[in-house]
């Protein structure tokens, strides 16, 4: 029988001990910030990292250059820690994945550290959060199948854990007309922006047939090409999300489908509705791993905010794993009054107090890993 709290007071000496490092990793993400499925520095640098602590390293995964999963021991619990690292075009690192990269680094060596062979002990560097979303391909081709847990901390304005993010899976519409000069008195065309304007206001009012929360908001991206030509295309983008990503495949986006096509055969035109996203499902935070987590805080001599279940803010990829694996995606406060991806963000992320809280975020996940092993 393993002494758990002794590995926890072992596993936060490592994360001290490796204060330095971790700081130097987040602030040179900070200070050279590469956006989606480009952060070739930042995945090298954790590559490098890993290898020194004697991690296994494999790249190049799921289609992505710059993914990778580094992984030490085979035995006991299989427990990964996410990383994520891609920054926002014109404001940096906005959304804090200069910290996320470190603080999930920090807590795998800590972890494999005092777990030794007990556990095996997975860094997964997970690109593009802020555009194609890397870990949905990961997932699909089963990166996150068999891992016990799956445990990423996002910085934000205060603790918190729970709640859901919404499914979304974007949609582009776009009709098909017949172009013809507006003036003319032989041939009118056949508008496709008549035929979008009339969906874009269907949309309206199919969103209140909804039995569960639904968003559904767009913009139009094509509407013609001069005044005087009957517009012959007509395209828009539409966000579609609801709180459950069956809900949404089953009967939200099919009901789109039915108003476009519906919109075409009343107007002459064709229609087209293509996702041009990749489908992000609901986040499940894990029930267990929350419980053990808030545990481990409170240790650390910090309060979580549990969210409700249906509390939903957002999107992200790491729904998908949550599909997977157990999964918990808690936040750490890293300052207060500020909202991601703003340049107050960024300036937060790049911070003394923010490189501190890093740490407390590596302890708790290291910790709750701990609780995992027999
Ligand atoms: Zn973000
Ligand atoms: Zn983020």
Known sequence: MMDKQALKKQAMAVVDAMAPELREISLFLHQNPELGGNEYQAAQLLKAAAERRGFTVKANISGYETAFIASKGNNGPKVAFLAEYDALPGLGHACGHNLIAAMSWGAAAAFAAVAGDQAAAYLIGCPAEETTGAKVDMALDGVFDGLTAALIIHPADNNAMG?????????????HGRPAHVA?????????????????????????????????????????????????????????????????????????????????????????????????????????????????????????????????????????????APTIHPDISIGSNITAHTPEFCLAAGSEYAQQRMLVGAKAMAMTAIDLLS
């Open 184 to 324: 003319s008195k032989t041939d009118k065309g056949v508008n496709a922006l008549d035929a979008l304007v009339m969906f874009y206001q269907g949309i309206k009012t199919l969103r209140q047939t909804f039995t569960q929360e639904t968003i559904l908001a767009g913009i139009i991206t094509k509407g013609g090409t001069a005044p005087n030509i009957v517009p012959d295309q007509a395209e828009a983008k539409f966000t579609v999300r609801a709180l459950s990503s069956h809900y949404l495949e089953d009967t939200v986006v099919p009901s789109v489908r039915r108003l476009a096509e519906g919109v075409a055969l009343a107007t002459g035109t064709t229609v087209e509705a293509v996702h041009y996203e990749p489908l992000y499902k609901e986040l499940i935070n894990d029930s267990r791993l929350m419980e053990l987590f808030q545990n481990n805080m409170a240790l650390l001599g910090e309060t979580v905010t549990i969210l409700e279940p249906a509390d939903a803010d957002g999107s992200t990829d790491v729904g998908n794993v949550s599909h997977a």
């Open 163 to 175: 709640g859901t993010s919404y499914a979304t899976h974007p949609l582009r519409v776009t009709f």
